[in-house]
């Protein structure tokens, strides 16, 4: 039996529905906030991500996937969305819209050969937003809140935002040689990944795991005191409209992000549930100022995130959050005879034009093995085609939940449906729907995790 490659996942059943769901959220969450969608290739030429996200970091050293095509191309199989959309912004010339900052959101699977373990495959997805071309303190702000906002809309109650801040140029470069010049004397003390880190990325030292409870890392200087006054007052900006955005969130000097092509923001919004072991960090971004320079375009100011939805799911299965999931088919058609049959195929492709969730036999199974099989989908209401009763124009339809049965005239099934699922509330969700949008005020539900209601 062939097997699926190591750290990757099938993703069917009920897993796949909360997928589609969570999916759902995102789309209509990033169009509240004007957000463009935008799909870029999975793969791209390998030098996009060496030049983009930084050659000595694990990603580029360790992690791409990475090909020559048949053509004698180097080829790279995307590691992350962010490059890929600023290629794109540079090839388009989106700089050159009227319309800026350009606003878009991508979800899709990226590849990093990482040691599979839980929490981080090798094909993961992930949906992220990229704004190119603001450097408002503002965007820094709202960024952060729309993630955060997704999550909460999910249902999500136990996370927590670490933000940081690495300044300018100035002050990053400055910061860096103030870190190389305390951890050297201590190298021998650090894990192995650390002493490489020392002259190629010394502030990826902070984020280490091994070490992460040493008091040499708790000691380490703070990017914080090495920001210059422009870069300390950006960073207050950034606090001050959080706070307005009712974002709550915590300074924590350790985040530093992986990747080469950060300055002044950075913040990583964790998992706080149990079970969630050490991989339980849902997103995390910042802003690149450089990026775009770097990649050839003109200077361009930029803020994004990125959250893996594999690493979202677990979490809305940890908190044991209540989605409204459809699982069950509205009704089940049922039949004996070929003449039957043809009716329930007209008839099924009828009513599923008309919005119904319909099903019906396809493995020639007697009447009582559909019957079970209607129990198994969940069916709300039932048919059992008979020939005498479609004589006579009319079908006799079943309640699954109260065991009622009715017989109706064939022309009146859409309104009999209609009028049973979708204008009373008998078959509603056993779930609050949340009403609240996006503040959480004046909200009763159980799902919703308004700051009001702790
Ligand atoms: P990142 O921190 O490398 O940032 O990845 C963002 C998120 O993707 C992580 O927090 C995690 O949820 C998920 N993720 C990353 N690697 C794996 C993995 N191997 N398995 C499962 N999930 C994973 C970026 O990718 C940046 N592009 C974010 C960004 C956008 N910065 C600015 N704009």
């Not at 914080?224 to 960073?235: A, G, H, Q, T, V």
């Amino acid at each position: 039996m062939i097997q699926k490659q190591k750290g990757c996942n099938d993703i069917y059943g009920r897993e796949a529905k909360i997928w589609k769901y969570v999916e759902s959220i995102i789309d209509a969450t990033m169009e509240k906030y004007n957000y463009n969608y935008i799909r870029t290739p999975l793969f791209e030429a390998s030098e996009l991500f060496h030049r983009g996200i930084g050659e000595s970091t694990d990603i580029v050293t360790k992690e791409t996937y990475d090909f020559v095509d048949r053509g004698g191309r180097e080829i790279t199989l995307r590691p992350e969305g962010t490059a890929g959309v600023v290629r794109s912004y540079i090839e388009n010339k989106m700089y050159g819209d009227p319309n800026q900052p350009v606003k878009v959101y991508y979800n899709g699977t990226m590849y990093r050969y990482e040691r599979p373990q839980s929490g981080r495959d090798r094909e993961l997805t992930q949906f992220g937003m990229e704004v190119l071309g603001s450097d408002d303190p503002l965007s820094d702000a709202e960024v952060i809140s729309l993630a955060v906002n997704i999550y909460k809309i999910l249902g999500l109650k136990d996370i927590k935002v670490n933000i940081n801040s690495l300044g300018d140029k100035e002050s990053r470069d400055n910061y860096r040689k103030v870190l190389i010049d305390y951890f050297k004397p201590h190298m021998k003390d650090l894990c192995e990944d650390c002493n490489e880190r020392i002259d190629k990325n010394p502030l990826r030292i902070l984020d280490c795991k091994v070490d992460a409870d040493k008091d040499i890392m708790k000691n380490a200087p703070k990017t914080i005191d090495y920001l210059n006054e422009e870069s300390k007052e950006r960073f207050e900006k950034v606090k001050e409209y959080l706070d307005i955005l009712k974002v709550s969130y915590e300074v924590n000097p350790n985040i530093v992000r992986g990747l080469d092509y950060y300055n002044h923001t950075v913040f990583e919004i964790e998992a706080k549930v149990d079970g969630f072991g050490s991989n339980n960090v849902l997103g995390g971004g910042g802003r690149y100022n450089g990026l775009v320079n770097e990649l050839d375009g003109p200077e361009t100011p930029c803020i994004g995130f990125a959250c893996g939805i594999g690493r979202l799911v677990k979490a809305l299965e940890l908190e044991e959050v209540k989605l409204p999931i459809i699982d069950s088919v509205d009704l089940f058609l049922m039949y004996v005879n070929e003449d039957e049959k043809k009716y329930a195929t007209y008839l099924s492709q009828e009513l599923r034009m008309a919005g119904f969730i319909v099903d019906t036999e396809y493995v020639g199974r007697g009447l009582k093995a559909q019957f079970k099989q209607a129990d198994r989908l969940k069916a709300k209401f039932t048919i059992v085609l008979n020939s005498e009763d479609l004589n006579n124009n009319e079908v006799k339809i079943k309640n699954q939940k109260t065991g009622e049965e009715e017989i109706i005239s064939l022309d009146a099934i859409i309104y009999y449906l209609d009028e049973k699922l979708n204008t009373s509330d008998e078959f509603d969700y056993e779930y609050d729907e949340c009403d609240c949008d996006y503040d959480h005020k004046d909200c009763n539900c159980e799902h919703c995790s308004c700051e009001e209601k702790k």
